[in-house]
């Protein structure tokens, strides 16, 4: 009998998913278009055209990543609504002694 043993996944660094994530045209759309104003995620589909679990998996991974935030409103039919917005001002990728540094200016925080 023959035992198998675990798959072994390699887990990327952080620098390494913000790279992919700057590879990613629509990652790359999400965080141009929701630059200026926070955008629901339907909106989000219909300025990028891409599927609503494309713009989910994105969004997902872009929070994971912290380079989006995420607000909700309450309408005034009482459901509530999510908004994402780009957390991003500036990446700086810079190579330095064999590495990579990643260094990013995120919007502040509003009181």
């Not at 913000?18 to 590879?23: A, E, N």
């Not at 759309?29 to 494309?54: D, F, P, Q, R, W």
């Amino acid at each position: 009998m023959q035992t198998l043993s675990p798959l072994r996944a390699k887990v990327d660094t952080w620098e390494e998913q913000i790279l992919r994530v700057l590879l990613d045209k629509h990652c790359l759309s999400i965080l141009h278009i929701t630059k200026e104003n926070a955008m629901t995620a339907s909106m989000i589909c219909s300025c990028c055209n891409i599927s609503m679990s494309v713009a989910y998996r994105k969004l997902k991974l872009l929070k994971k990543l912290n380079l989006l935030r995420s607000t909700y409103t309450i309408q005034s039919d009482g459901k509530k609504l999510m908004l994402f917005q780009s957390k991003i001002i500036k990446i700086n990728i810079v190579l330095c002694e064999n590495q990579l540094r990643i260094h990013t200016n995120f919007v502040p925080l509003e009181p």
